[in-house]
């Protein structure tokens, strides 16, 4: 695929890469993870987060990994 693009409606995320790095995101914020980065997506632990997710040029390439507790709590 062509990356990733994520914009936020409501509620709070996290987004988090492979060298273990993260960020909140809240409504109105737009994310985008370039070609080839593997990341994850999630609502903040106690809250939700409804977002948009917008992948061109092909299927989302899933790694079948789960993100630990460690990684998502960062």
């Given at each position: 695929?062509?990356g ?18 993260a ?25 939700h ?18 993100v ?5 709590d960062?």
């Amino acid at each position: 695929p062509e990356g990733q693009t994520l914009y936020v409606v409501s509620g709070a995320g996290r987004v988090g890469s492979r060298d273990g790095s993260a960020v909140t995101i809240g409504p109105g914020d737009v994310v985008y993870a370039e070609p080839g980065d593997e990341h994850w997506h999630g609502a903040t632990p106690g809250s939700h987060m409804q977002h948009l997710s917008l992948t061109t040029g092909g299927d989302t390439e899933w790694t079948g990994e789960l993100v630990s507790d460690a990684e998502y709590d960062v």
